[in-house]
């Protein structure tokens, strides 16, 4: 019938579409994805200094604990 080319075209249509669709949804979800490691990079980063710092601040506690008490 005459039908079935056209809905053959149209068929062919809507998978390149879908093809299309998904890869920009998995071209977003890769960016979104490495957006996300670089929050979490900077969260790290941010932790570990305030682990550095509070290490610091601790044995200045400490020194000077020592010192008042004469040890």
Known sequence: T?????AEQR????ERQVAKLQSEVD???E???LQMQKELDEAEDELLSE???YKGISEELD???AELTGY
Do not use: D, G, N
Request: hydrophobic share 25%.
């Open 63 to 65: 020194q000077t604990f």
């Open 11 to 14: 068929a062919t249509e809507a």
């Open 51 to 53: 682990k550095e710092r």
């Open 2 to 6: 005459h039908e079935t080319p056209q």
């Open 27 to 29: 071209r977003l979800e």
């Open 31 to 33: 960016r979104e994805a």
